[in-house]
């Protein structure tokens, strides 16, 4: 890891070390999800969001997989992430079903966002899978769905839930900085000079804007 951000080894360190936290991440989504189902108002409901946990250990199963053909342990990846993305979901956890299912759309649309712009900076491959895996998809529609119902039901929800959106992507950004100033994952970005942490707050303010974006489309103040 003491290479120079040009050697290289560098765009093989960085691609590990992101899908590393991209594994853990849906690992994590799968055991979160198939536990908060259980709390669903439907057994249709349940249903569905069983059905994006499994979606998510189809995505920790490729990441998985990537890894190993690269010659990475994947876990030993996944381990320099594990304490921190334990605590934030220590931090965030929901009071019922509703907050679950803003909490799932607010981790899966902010990450997703974070992970395909540091990807933009890594070999075609490695595009393509993160690509595959974190751009915008069924599940995060059917996620979408879900709010918009439990909004249109229940209007006096809005106020709660915007908090609830508010605090999580306040957690979710200060993750990302973390993430991006405790593991060389934004070398390739920082390769023109500069400060780092301004890069990185240039960064977490892009996908915060994005996040409010979203959350005015569901009739939110972000």
Do not use: C
């Not at 759309?105 to 992970?115: K, N, P």
């Not at 605090?167 to 593991?183: F, P």
């Amino acid at each position: 890891m003491g290479t120079s951000p040009d050697a290289p080894a560098s765009a093989g360190q960085l691609a590990s070390q992101l899908l590393g936290a991209m594994a853990y991440g849906e690992l994590s989504a799968f055991g979160r999800l198939s536990t908060d189902s259980r709390y669903a108002p439907t057994l249709h409901d349940r249903a569905v969001l069983a059905k994006i946990a499994v979606g998510a250990y189809g995505n920790f199963a490729l990441l998985n997989g990537r890894l190993s053909e690269m010659g990475t342990d994947p876990e030993e990846a996944m381990l320099p992430f594990q304490r921190a993305f334990d605590h934030f979901h220590e931090r965030t956890r929901p009071g019922d079903w509703f907050e679950s299912v803003m909490k799932a759309y607010v981790i899966d649309t902010v990450s997703s966002d974070f992970y395909r712009t540091i990807a933009g900076f890594l070999d075609p491959g490695t595009q393509r899978l993160v690509e595959q895996v974190a751009s915008p998809d069924q599940a995060t529609e059917v996620l979408r769905v879900l709010l918009r119902r439990a909004l249109s039901d229940d209007p006096r929800l809005a106020s709660r839930l915007a908090l609830w959106g508010r605090r999580l992507v306040g957690e979710a950004l200060t993750q990302a900085q973390r993430t991006g100033l405790e593991h060389p994952l934004l070398g390739p970005l920082l390769r023109g000079g500069g400060d780092a942490r301004a890069k990185v707050r240039r960064l977490t303010g892009e996908l915060a804007e994005k996040h409010a974006h979203r959350m005015a489309g569901l009739g939110l103040a972000a």
